[in-house]
């Protein structure tokens, strides 16, 4: 069994990981598909999502399986206010988690669409991943 802090970096480069597909999607699609918009929209908001849960299992700060940006901003907000600041747009995102996703539900808009969805994902994404760089890069004291 790993040392404690062993297998909390493993559950945090797990959460990165998965953050960082949904990110390199969106990215994808951005660049070779930019009409399918609602799923750019959508992996947009996985990834921020993904990124802040990472970040909050590092603090080991429980979350509700929720994928309403705004709250889980707040319980960051309990770690870092300014971090939580700084990331505010995210909450813009929120919509994309869901209502993009389903017939009849009004789909969301940003001003200039899923570059726009895009571009707040990777703000999310560049100060997460400075916020934890420092654990990030630990050497690991276990084979993976």
Do not use: N
């Not at 660049?31 to 990472?54: D, M, N, R, W």
């Not at 889980?72 to 869901?98: G, M, N």
């Not at 669409?113 to 420092?134: D, F, H, K, M, T």
């Amino acid at each position: 069994m790993p040392p404690p802090d062993e297998a909390r970096r493993a559950l945090l480069r797990e959460w990165v990981a998965e953050a960082e597909e949904d990110f390199r999607v969106a990215e994808h699609l951005l660049q070779t598909s930019p009409h399918f918009g609602k799923a750019i929209g959508f992996h947009a908001q996985q990834a921020a999502e993904k990124y802040l849960k990472a970040y909050l299992t590092w603090h080991q700060v429980e979350f509700p399986k929720v994928h309403d940006l705004r709250e889980i901003l707040h319980l960051v907000a309990r770690q870092d206010a300014a971090l939580s600041e700084s990331l505010r747009d995210a909450r813009l995102l929120t919509p994309f988690a869901v209502r993009s996703r389903y017939p009849g539900l009004t789909s969301p808009d940003l001003p200039r669409g899923a570059r726009s969805a895009l571009g707040i994902a990777g703000q999310v994404r560049e100060a997460i991943l400075a916020a934890l760089a420092p654990y990030l890069d630990a050497p690991s004291s276990v084979a993976e």
